[in-house]
């Protein structure tokens, strides 16, 4: 069967992370995650697996300085996000700092600010610190998907067709239909912080609705390649599809759910703290009872970590990856948030992927490797990376979530967790083990 959509971009025809871990066969878990030369390495932030903390967040760094003028599409300003003593703003601070408020964030405390004398969010934030008056005050960080960052793309051949996708053998693994007997995510939404959706994929229709759009204001959440690589690592729209993927994964194993996407990353796969800040606030705002979260950083940020506390205690589940870097010495945020259902990719039977990583954000695993679902212009593509398994946690929340509706978030990480296939994993490095949709809902 041919698509005539399926984009023929040299990019999608391989999936890089795949070979790897094919060439490694039973390769140990230590085994970093290289992609070929030209295309890790380049001054684009691309991270390598075994790279230690600090030039992770040098590079990190250098990331968000160089995406506050080329990467993104909007021309919005990189923001600090501040909390004032008193939660109150201190005028005498902002206008020492040369600075004022252009949002504000009653769910948080937080308060978004801006220069008015052109100074970089990091200067900004320096001036703003020295201020009694400020409790906290942190420039705006770059956050990704991990498969945009290791150089995991799409593998596309445009002979995908629907009942490859539902003859996934993992499916059979994880008990998926005799689960949809018990539940369905029926009434259930799942929110969807992505690079956006194809709303025209067939596949998807009546299956979402439009959250918001962070990465272009004013349009909606879909996705949208520009054709450029912005991010200078050699691949260009490295993660157009990404969320359609996703989206996908959702629609396949929470088939009556309703999914909300927001658009926070862009076609390379990048995107702002500050975004997925104020998208998990909407989020929650908007209803959602699970917020799928295939993204990260290396670095902590208080404002991402006070939207997974505000989501929590409104009895909203949040899943993350926690990253394709194939190590425990480094994990990522907000997968190491404790209230953040950390998810690792493994193979069907439950044992962990060589290049998905491991550690404390580490809860449970679900299948990540050559993953096949929807991707845009109405085909599919496989896939590989925690972003996937991600997915599929997601799902599984909101079919626990349908079975037990009061359930709070820590009780529904809980019966994931004690439900799921020790595996060969190892107790308290690749967590409780790959998840069983049956086994969570019994
Ligand atoms: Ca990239
Ligand atoms: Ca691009
Ligand atoms: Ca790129």
Redesign the pocket.
């Known amino acids: 069967m041919t698509h005539p959509h399926v984009p023929l971009r040299p990019l999608i025809l391989v999936s890089l992370l795949g070979l790897a871990f094919a060439s490694w066969g039973c390769g140990t878990r230590n085994a970093p995650v290289t992609a070929p030369p030209g295309l890790n390495g380049a001054p ?1 932030g691309a991270v390598a697996g075994s790279a230690p903390r600090g030039k992770d967040e040098e590079h990190s760094r250098a990331f968000g300085e160089r995406t506050a003028g080329r990467n993104q599409n909007n021309a919005a300003p990189w923001v600090v996000l501040v909390e004032f003593a008193r939660n109150t703003p201190d005028q005498g601070a902002l206008a020492a700092s040369g600075a004022v408020v252009s949002s504000f964030y009653p769910e948080t405390g937080l308060y978004e600010v801006i220069s008015t004398r052109g100074e970089s969010a990091t200067e900004l934030a320096e001036h703003l610190r020295s201020h009694p008056g400020v409790i906290a005050a942190e420039a705006d960080h770059g956050i990704e998907s991990p498969e ?1 960052r290791g150089m995991s793309v799409s593998f596309n051949d445009g002979d995908f067709v629907r009942s490859d996708v539902d003859g996934q053998s993992f499916l059979e693994a994880l008990h998926v239909a005799a689960a949809h007997a018990l539940a369905t995510g029926d009434g259930l939404r799942i929110a969807l912080l992505d690079t956006g959706i194809d709303p025209n994929h067939p596949d998807l229709d009546g299956r979402f609705t439009a959250g918001r759009n962070m990465v272009e204001n004013g349009t909606a959440p879909w996705e949208r390649a520009d054709g450029v ?11 157009y599809g990404h969320g359609t993927h996703l989206a996908g994964l959702l629609a396949t194993l929470a088939p009556d759910a309703e999914i909300v996407v927001y658009r926070v990353l862009d076609a ?2 990048r995107g702002k703290a500050s975004d997925v800040h104020q998208a998990i606030i909407r989020a929650v705002q908007d209803g959602a009872d699970v917020i799928n979260l295939s993204l990260g950083m290396y670095e902590p940020f208080l404002a991402v970590e006070k939207a997974v506390t505000f989501a929590e205690d409104h009895g909203v589940v949040v899943v993350a990856a926690v990253g394709n870097d194939a190590t425990d010495s480094h994990g990522q945020y907000p997968a190491l948030y404790p209230a953040v259902i950390g998810v690792g990719s493994s193979d069907a039977a439950g044992t962990l992927s060589p290049f998905s990583s491991y550690g404390p954000s580490l809860a449970v695993t679900a299948p990540g490797e050559g993953i096949l679902s929807l991707y845009p212009g109405g085909s599919y593509a496989a896939w590989t990376g925690t972003s996937m398994a991600s997915a599929m946690v997601s799902a599984l929340c909101a079919l626990v979530l349908e079975r037990s509706p009061d359930l709070a978030p820590g009780e529904v990480a809980q019966r994931i967790e004690t439900s799921a296939v020790p595996g060969t994993g190892i107790p308290g490095i690749t967590g409780a083990g790959r998840i069983d949709f049956l086994n969570a809902l019994e």
Do not use: M, R, T, W
């Open positions: 684009s945009a690589d912005n991010d200078l690592d050699g691949a260009v729209d490295e993660a390379e796969g």
